[in-house]
């Protein structure tokens, strides 16, 4: 009862409120929803992930709640789906879909990957194996590219390390020299690895095949203060969050700055200390907007 009410009030917030475009640079946008809650009411507390596919799925690490959340916005029309608790994961900091519809979270205590099935069932946690010297690693962050290979973060040992979908060793490619600190890493639809350096705003690029990383922006200090996460969209743009600076900044395929969205604040449309986004086919981006305990979900207007 509750999903169905949350539509009504959505579909009629949207039919009845003037809908505000925002211009930053090159990039137009809108807001359009914001989640704060279960079906049941419970409040989301401090969100640090957020995962969304072309199925119009959305799942939230509503890390403070030591719980998975699952919606689907079709059609300007959100359904709250099913709310995740497992033993296995406690302290959900980073989620992604991969092809199949399952979700892989990363535990921010334990720094181990688990996997669930599309409907939350834990499936055992991801084990790479055949990992060269150095074998030990620590996982800061990882993503799925669209063949469902896994790209690991390991700030033990300055490198990201690409596994098959089953967890295999493929390769890795050392982080670049003169690096500050690595956050996150993304995979274009070119098959392109991009890193983001928090410490020195900037970001990085190993060309589809490529063994090194190169610099593809300068240092972007005057832009973002600390970037902690990267993603891109399907016509190759790159989405850094800019936590400190409670913003997100949209750069093209060849490092040029197209825009800002969002600032600081506490009303809708606003963020304070965001974490993870996402980019769905239709242009909505979804934001884990953490200190405003919330998801924000804006509209790309092309």
């Given at each position: ?57 959305i ?6 709640n ?30 992604k ?64 390390i ?5 967890g ?12 500050g ?7 274009d ?114």
């Open positions: 009862m509750r999903g169905a009410l949350i539509n009504i009030f959505l579909i009629a917030a949207v039919m009845l409120s003037p809908v505000r475009a925002f211009s930053a640079g090159a990039i137009k946008y809108m807001h359009i929803y914001t989640l704060y809650d279960d079906e049941k009411g419970k409040g989301l507390k401090n969100p640090e992930g957020v995962a969304c596919n072309d199925e119009s799925r799942v939230v690490a509503d890390t403070a030591s719980r998975l959340l699952q919606y689907k916005l079709e059609d300007r029309t959100l359904t709250v789906g099913n709310e995740i608790v497992l033993p296995q994961v406690t302290y959900p900091v980073l989620v879909f991969n092809s199949k519809g399952e979700i892989l979270t990363l535990d921010g205590k334990l720094r181990r990957i688990a996997r669930l099935s599309p409907q939350g069932v834990f499936a055992g946690y991801l084990e790479p194996s055949g990992i060269p010297s150095p074998a030990s690693y620590s996982i800061k962050s990882f993503e799925i590219d669209r063949d469902d290979n896994i790209y690991i973060v390991d700030v033990l040992s300055a490198r990201v690409v596994l098959n979908p089953d295999t060793y493929q390769e890795h490619i050392d982080f670049p020299g003169g690096h600190f690595i956050s996150d890493v993304s995979v639809f070119k098959g392109n690895v991009l890193l983001v350096d928090s410490v020195k705003s900037r970001v990085y690029v190993a060309l589809k095949g490529a063994k090194e990383f190169s610099p593809l922006t300068e240092v972007m200090k005057e832009q973002m203060r600390f970037p902690t996460s990267i993603s891109t969209d399907s016509r190759g743009r790159i989405y850094l969050v800019d936590r400190n600076g409670s913003r997100i900044m949209v750069i093209g395929q060849d490092g040029s700055f197209l825009g800002q969205m969002s600032e600081l604040g506490w009303k809708e449309g606003l963020l304070n200390y965001p974490s993870q986004l996402c980019v769905n086919d239709k242009g909505e981006v979804a934001v884990a907007d953490t200190n405003n305990s919330r998801v924000q979900i804006f509209q790309l207007i092309k």
